[in-house]
């Protein structure tokens, strides 16, 4: 005797899907703005400060293999440039922004933004 007779597996599944494809539609959207949001804030970046010898995104929003979530938020790296001065101008996006600077890092992981970043 089934437990539950009337209940159509099919349509349930269907239903998983479609709610689970348009999850994946909303992240993707999502990511999409975010690099945009990057670039953008890049420019101002460069604009406040002509210091500014290089940015780079990385992260889940820039490296494919990351996964990225709704709450996910924009890693950017500064070589050259004042941070400091220039948190400020992060302040103002619709995303959480990490900045880090890079000047003269050598190690594992200024070397893995240099080497697979998104340039800006």
């Not at 993707?28 to 990057?38: G, K, M, P, V």
């Not at 995104?57 to 890693?75: H, L, M, N, Q, V």
């Amino acid at each position: 005797m089934e437990a539950f007779p009337n209940f159509d597996i099919e349509a349930a599944a269907q239903r998983i899907n479609n709610a689970n494809r348009k999850a994946d539609e909303m992240i993707a959207a999502r990511r999409a703005a975010a690099r945009e949001e990057a670039r953008k804030m890049a420019a101002e970046l460069r604009d406040r400060d002509p210091s500014i010898r290089a940015i780079w995104g990385f992260g889940s929003a820039f490296e494919a293999y990351r996964p990225f979530r709704i709450d996910s938020d924009i890693d950017l790296a500064l070589e050259g440039g004042d941070i400091v001065r220039l948190f400020s101008t992060t302040e103002g996006s619709a995303f959480k922004v990490d900045l880090v600077d890079i000047s003269g890092c050598e190690d594992e992981f200024a070397r893995g933004i240099r080497e697979r970043g998104t340039s800006l």
